[in-house]
């Protein structure tokens, strides 16, 4: 047992690796040059390959990959030459990037060919200090500093010989001298919690996903809770009258509901509730972070779409499942031997009936989270499914890598799980 | 699909044709089958009829907007006048009857996108789960590893993805489809192979000394043919309902062919206005996913009823 185990927590990690390697190399290959969408059309190619620079674009795929996955704070500390840490500003907060030197944390600042010292005081302001030592000579001559600037980025300042840069503003994209050469934007790694910034909105993707994932479990979580019993209820009433009318209604309207995609019953439910009846909301309009708490009447529509495409699927599979049992001799012979019906049914196959549908609810997970990107888009409902989507429509990788990786690994887990549990409710499949 | 090609390449190879029909044919003697069967030819036979023929000019905006139903216009009009009756059939033809080459060329090659999509993935999954399945060790570690990553990605997320990545285009829609149904096709083919291969007439084959390929695509992919067909029957319906999905987000099939899925998309925005313009292309999605269903139900349960 403990060796299936081990076997099964390897080969999903092994598939993880694989998963992260074919979606990182997908959106590198394809995804062309995202400074354009950043600048707009408008933008000049010098513009442009100075903001490739300052986002770090320009360094090798493999080393981008192992960065993403991996982070490359100890790659920076090494050229850095202090510790780097990082913190929460309270006002933002997103993590900031400061380098421990002695005790003191420091970012730098390069103005008219001067180099400044940002020292971090206790209160979170900054003091400015002239800095004159520090620098290091190449084996050119050339001297040059390595340092964390004020954008969370470890940079190769050159004495005498600052880099032209545009540097992108809120107010705009301004030309400046003295600029870096080189540029390292500092991050953790997916793997230590941190996706990266994202390249729409200029914020840590993170920031973003955490209150949406809420949401989407929050969604997810009601229709589970309502799909559950009413499919595993019409999939018994279904099985255990199989051929007659009952089945064939129940069959014939789970079809029909697993065949209709989302989007269609979805704009059929909002015509007749949100527009003919007028009784509830027809978009998932959120007038505040807690709106689902505060007016629970916006899941209404959302969650019986979902429903309706869930429902349909899984009490087709409770019905296969208890026709199966329901023909097995044991069942036969508990019949023969007169026991009452309910009892049989109760009793004997219900328990059997379910392990099927049970665990295959576990690998469905998959579709559970194709059918919220759909739902969540149909009502404007701000959920990881809407994010995935918008970001994948903007064409924003770092948002769509950490996004998708976090449906593949809400995926694969509960695929692992199901696996476990399988072989825990039925230890014939054990050693196969 | 399934009656068109009888008909279409009879003159070519009728024998192998024709026993694709009887393997086709019995799902006549299910009624559900029949059904799903009457409309799937019945959206066929409106494809190939809007090759020559639709009531007025599909792009053109010919009519007062947003119009129910009437007399001239039989399903009513859209958000632009154009005739909906028109859309709706010409909108037939990119699924089942071409595939758009990319370029401003107006090249297309026969065969719908979900047609294509759905060949693609059964051509890569038959191989990969034939290589799985026969060879076993460590082709089947490998593949099946690979497979499993496919696997973990929601489908729609894959999608995404991939249209995130290559852009728009009929070929981008296709290769999609091909991507996420080929795991799905290369686990089912390979446990047929894993069945098959313990069968006297592959061992017969190995003793032979016929080739590994021989084995696999002569004598092995021939006997899975049944489970196969049912299986693309039901993914021709999947791809159907990927498609419109995706154009419903606004990332299928690219214009100027009026797409079902971004027909209701459009049409969504002037839903208070007119009805009419969502439920028809909701509607013909929907009994087109049915329709192949229901066949695909209809043909495994003659298919098993055979084998039982």
């Known amino acids: 047992m403990a060796r299936f185990i081990i076997r099964s927590i390897l080969s999903t990690i092994i598939t993880m690796l694989l998963v992260s390697f074919a979606l990182f190399f997908l959106l590198e290959v394809g995804s062309g040059d995202v400074t354009v969408k950043i600048l707009g059309i408008e933008s000049t190619p010098e513009q442009r390959a100075s903001y490739r620079a300052q986002l770090g674009l320009d360094a090798p795929p493999l080393q981008r990959y192992f960065d993403w996955l991996i982070g490359n704070d100890f790659r920076a500390e090494k050229l850095v030459g202090y510790p780097l840490v990082s913190i929460k500003n309270q006002q933002t907060k997103e993590e900031e990037w400061w380098a421990n030197v002695d005790g003191q944390l420091t970012r730098w600042q390069m103005q008219k060919g001067q180099l400044l010292a940002l020292r971090r005081q206790p209160d979170g302001s900054r003091t400015k200090h002239m800095v004159s030592g520090g620098w290091q000579t190449a084996k050119n001559g050339q001297e040059f500093f390595w340092g964390v600037d004020t954008d969370n980025r470890a940079v190769k300042w050159v004495r005498g010989a600052g880099e032209t840069v545009w540097v992108r503003t809120k107010a705009g994209f301004r030309k400046e001298g003295d600029g870096p050469r080189q540029y390292i934007p500092l991050r953790k790694g997916l793997l230590r919690g941190d996706a990266g910034q994202s390249l729409q909105t200029g914020r840590p993707v993170a920031v973003t996903l955490i209150p949406r994932v809420r949401n989407t479990l929050v969604l997810a979580g009601v229709a589970f809770l309502f799909i559950m019993p009413l499919a595993l209820f019409f999939g018994i009433m279904a099985g255990i009258n199989e051929g007659k009318p009952l089945d064939r209604v129940i069959s014939i309207l789970g079809l029909g509901a697993t065949a209709t995609p989302e989007f269609v019953s979805g704009i059929f439910l909002i015509l007749i509730f949100g527009i003919w009846l007028r009784v509830l909301p027809a978009v998932a309009l959120f007038t505040s972070a807690d709106a689902i708490f505060s007016n629970p009447k916006l899941l209404a529509l959302p969650v019986m779409t979902l429903a309706l495409v869930e429902l349909g699927y899984v009490s087709r599979m409770t019905r296969a499942s208890m026709v199966e049992v329901m023909s097995a001799p044991y069942i036969r012979t508990a019949i023969i031997k007169g026991m009452p019906y309910r009892r049989v049914v109760f009793k004997h196959a219900l328990r059997n009936a379910l392990m099927a549908p049970i665990t295959v609810i576990m690998l469905h997970v998959n579709w559970l989270v194709g059918g919220v990107v759909v739902v969540e888009a149909i009502f404007g409902y701000p959920g990881l499914g809407k994010y995935i989507y918008d970001s994948a429509i903007f064409g924003d990788p770092n948002a769509v890598e950490a996004a998708a990786m976090l449906t593949v690994t809400i995926a694969i887990s509960t695929r692992l799980v199901g696996d476990l549990a399988y072989t825990f409710l039925n230890p014939r499949i054990r050693y196969s | ?308």
């Not at chain 2, 399903?75 to 037939?92: C, E, I, K, V």
């Not at chain 2, 080459?101 to 996108?113: R, S």
């Not at chain 2, 007119?274 to 909701?282: C, D, E, K, L, R």
Request: no cysteine; aromatic share 10%; hydrophobic share 50%.
């Open chain 2, 1 to 308: 699909m399934t009656v068109a090609q009888p008909a279409l390449g009879a003159s070519k190879r009728p024998s192998r044709l024709r026993k694709l029909w009887d393997t086709l044919s019995v799902v006549l003697n299910s009624r559900i089958g029949t059904v799903g069967l009457a409309i799937v030819v019945f959206w066929v036979v409106i494809a190939l009829l809007s090759l020559f023929w639709t009531p007025y000019p599909p792009n053109s905006s010919l009519f007062v907007q947003n119009l129910p139903p009437n007399l001239t216009n039989v399903l009513g009009t859209d958000h632009l006048g154009r005739d909906l009756a028109s859309r709706l059939m010409q909108g037939t033809q990119v699924i089942l009857l071409k595939t758009r080459l990319p370029g401003d060329t107006h090249v297309a090659i026969p065969g719908g996108v979900a047609l294509w999509g759905v060949f693609g993935s059964l051509f890569l999954g038959a191989i990969l789960g034939l290589n799985a399945g026969y060879r076993g060790g460590w082709w089947d570690q490998v593949i099946m590893q690979v497979l499993d990553a496919l696997i973990a990605f929601p489908v729609i997320v894959l999608y995404l993805v991939i249209i995130a990545a290559l852009g728009q285009g009929d070929l981008v829609v296709i290769f999609a489809i091909t991507i996420t149904g080929a795991p799905g096709v290369a686990r089912l083919v390979r446990s047929l192979a894993l069945d098959i291969k313990t069968r006297d007439y592959i061992r017969a084959a190995e003793t032979r000394g016929e080739s590994l390929a021989y084995i696999m695509y002569r004598e092995i992919l021939p006997n899975a043919r049944g489970p196969l067909l049912v299986d693309a029957m039901l993914r021709v319906g999947y791809a159907i309902f990927a498609i419109g999905t995706l154009g419903f987000l606004g990332l299928g099939l690219p214009p100027p062919d009026p797409d079902w899925g971004n027909m209701v998309n459009e049409a969504r925005r002037n839903i208070f206005l007119n009805q009419w313009a969502v439920i028809f292309p909701s509607l013909a999605i929907a009994s087109l996913v049915v329709g192949l269903n229901l066949f695909a139900d209809g043909l495994r349960e003659e298919i098993t009823r055979y084998q039982k």
